[in-house]
């Protein structure tokens, strides 16, 4: 089994079930409310804008958010990868848990 199919396979769980899509769909969706409100919105304070995509993309988001990276695009960075190891993760759940579903059946 070659490595490019191997990793092929993982990634792709990221987007063929419905569960995965409508994850990342509500990841990006924060992601772009979030460009919005930093960019179109004047704040007297700060903004907690920020802090929604981060939890919705928790854990992997919190653990990429200790790496010393400090500028905003490294900030949407972390949240889209995040996103999409946990669409993966959420993905690889959905097929175990069809293959099981499957093999109950049959029983």
Not at 3 to 17: C, E, K, L
Not at 62 to 71: A, G, I, M, R, Y
Not at 81 to 98: C, W
């Amino acid at each position: 089994m070659s490595g490019r199919n191997t990793a092929g396979r993982v990634f792709t769980a990221a987007a063929d079930n419905w569960a995965s899509r409508v994850y990342l769909a509500v990841c990006f969706a924060l992601l772009a409310w979030v460009w919005v409100d930093s960019t179109f919105v004047a704040h007297a304070d700060a903004s907690f804008a920020g802090v929604l995509p981060i939890l919705a993309t928790a854990p992997t988001s919190l653990v990429l958010t200790l790496l010393p990276w400090e500028s905003a695009p490294a900030s949407y960075l972390v949240v889209a990868a995040s996103a999409v190891v946990n669409a993966t993760l959420i993905g690889l759940l959905v097929r175990s848990l069809g293959r099981r579903g499957a093999t109950a059946a049959r029983a």
